[in-house]
């Protein structure tokens, strides 16, 4: 059973930064992909960032240029920056990570955007 462990999330005001983490247990060198998703109270699950195995990465148009995606393979992490962040970037995110023996979620790490 792989587990994936994110840590990072908390309370900033609008305009703030956060660092996500998201730890994996096994290596993520073979990784298909690695990637960040969010909920919203009331929402649907959204994709915000994701990394394939070449390096190639895409976002959700609404954090474009201000989220970066990225992958410590030595560390068998993967981050997000996210930058100037918004109350409407308010949500429970997600770590998912898809390995040819299976596709696995972290827990979730709650990020609030709020003066």
């Known amino acids: 059973q792989v587990q994936l462990v994110e840590s990072g999330g908390g309370l900033v005001q609008p305009g703030g930064s956060l660092r996500l983490s998201c730890a994996a247990s096994?290596?993520?060198?073979?990784?298909?992909?690695m990637g960040w998703y969010r909920q919203a109270p009331g929402k649907q699950r959204e994709l915000v960032a994701t990394i394939i195995r070449g390096g190639s990465t895409r976002y959700a148009d609404s954090v474009k240029g201000r989220f970066t995606i990225s992958k410590d393979n030595a560390k068998n992490t993967v981050y997000l920056q996210m930058n100037s962040l918004k109350p409407e970037d308010t949500a429970v995110y997600y770590c998912?990570?898809?390995?040819?023996?299976?596709?696995?979620w972290g827990q979730g790490t709650q990020v609030t955007v709020s003066s």
């Open positions: 096994r290596s993520i060198f073979g990784a298909n992909s």
């Open positions: 998912r990570t898809s390995w040819t023996i299976g596709t696995y």
